[in-house]
């Protein structure tokens, strides 16, 4: 994740920023989520894995993604499938049959959130608990590379 700070600011910055993660911690199934603020979502920035259905689907109300973090850290979640009920509009039904556990890293800039990482775990593949640890260890380190994302301009 060293390479995050050669990234240069532009329009591409959050597309690299998720190929880069994609190679470090290797998921199959994720999605960059950035805040569109004049539909009061976070959508798709980029995305991998999912079929067509999900891939439109994946626009998640503001309120319910940042009411997963309410008066704890940024720092990534774990969310079972049990605990995924209300977000099963958002998936295909094939997709969230698939889906085990859900990680949502979220991104941060002057405190407040911008987007989140979403990996889906399938067949316990990625561990999500490894991925936890690595991206928590290394969360302040994120969160101060995507100063570029948070001024990212809304999807049209």
Known sequence: LSRLKELKAG???????FSLLKEEISFEKGSLLL?????????????TGYDKTTAHRLRF???LLESL???ETLSPKILEKSDTVN????F???????????????????GIMVGFLLIAEINN???L????????????RLNSSHTDISRMPSSA
């Open 125 to 127: 593949t990625p561990n």
């Open 87 to 90: 977000l099963k509009q958002y």
């Open 92 to 110: 295909s039904i094939r997709e969230y049959g698939l889906l085990e556990r859900i990680l949502l890293h979220p991104f941060s800039h002057d």
């Open 35 to 47: 805040e569109d603020t004049a539909l009061s979502t976070y959508t798709p920035w980029a995305l």
């Open 129 to 140: 608990e490894e991925l936890k640890f690595t991206l928590d260890r290394k969360s302040t």
């Open 11 to 17: 329009i591409e910055t959050p597309g690299c920023v």
């Open 61 to 63: 109300p503001t309120e």
């Open 69 to 71: 973090f309410v008066e």
